[in-house]
């Protein structure tokens, strides 16, 4: 029988958790491709940019891969906000209150950049030579060429990497609950003090996830099927 503690309504707490389910998904999204950006932005440094962007370039994906992600968030977070009211105090405006949220999202967003850049520069690497060359042969820009060739032919080999930071972001919203972010685990913690049913609510947190991987899981397997349409498979 279900529980009436996890149904919806007054008496059940079935509505925090979907509400927190939905900030986990909206947070993960949003850094996803905050991620994405950045690391678009990271391998064309590293790939194609002077020595000081791939110095730069470097520097990111070194120092972002080496420190453990709770550390990077509680240091992202304390700082980036005291740097923010520090230069509004230089200006002569009064300090303000991060968002949460927005926060949360900043903050996983340059940790997802890091290795998104990685994923993308060996994805850009993986496409032939001699399929560029042709493209600035026919006298295509940098941009065409990106678009035209470099991009349709990288995706498919990025889609694995992209998927399992997919599915890591997802994880890694758990984490921002230490900056007070509300979200499903931060709502699942409270409500589990609230009624003392510990291992009920943190089992329903853990099929919830289960859920979402799995749902994730499927819906890329199928997109990867697409884009690889027309390739040839190796036994």
């Known amino acids: 029988m279900f529980p009436e503690i996890l149904s919806f309504g007054d008496k059940g707490f079935g509505d925090e958790l979907l509400r927190g389910t939905q900030y986990t998904l909206l947070i993960a999204s949003c850094a996803f ?3 994405i950006a950045l690391g678009l932005l990271g391998a064309a440094a590293k790939l194609y940019g002077g020595p000081v962007a ?3 370039g470097g520097l990111y994906t070194t120092i972002i891969r080496s420190v453990p992600e709770l550390v990077l968030i509680l240091i992202l977070y304390f700082a980036g906000t005291r740097g923010i009211n520090s230069l509004l105090g230089l200006a002569g405006i009064e300090p303000i209150e991060v968002n949460a949220t927005l926060a949360a999202i900043l903050v ?3 940790v997802q ?3 998104h850049t990685e994923v993308f520069r060996a994805a850009i690497k993986a496409v032939p030579q001699g399929q560029i060359e042709a493209g600035r042969a026919f006298g295509m820009g940098r941009f065409l060429i990106f678009w035209r060739i470099i991009g349709p032919a990288m995706l498919p080999n990025a889609i694995p990497g992209l998927s399992n930071l997919w599915l890591i972001v997802i ?5 921002v609950a230490v900056v007070g972010n509300v979200e499903l685990l931060s709502i ?9 049913k510990y291992m009920l609510f943190y089992l329903t947190t853990a099929l919830i996830y289960l859920a979402i991987t799995l ?3 499927y819906f890329i397997a199928v997109l990867e099927r697409r884009f690889r349409r027309g390739q040839t498979r190796l036994a």
């Open 33 to 35: 491709l905050l991620g």
């Open 54 to 56: 791939r110095f730069i």
């Open 108 to 110: 996983l967003g340059v």
């Open 113 to 115: 950049g890091a290795y």
């Open 171 to 175: 994880k890694d919203t758990a984490l």
């Open 188 to 196: 699942t913690a409270s409500a589990a003090a609230f009624t003392k």
């Open 215 to 217: 749902i994730s899981s």
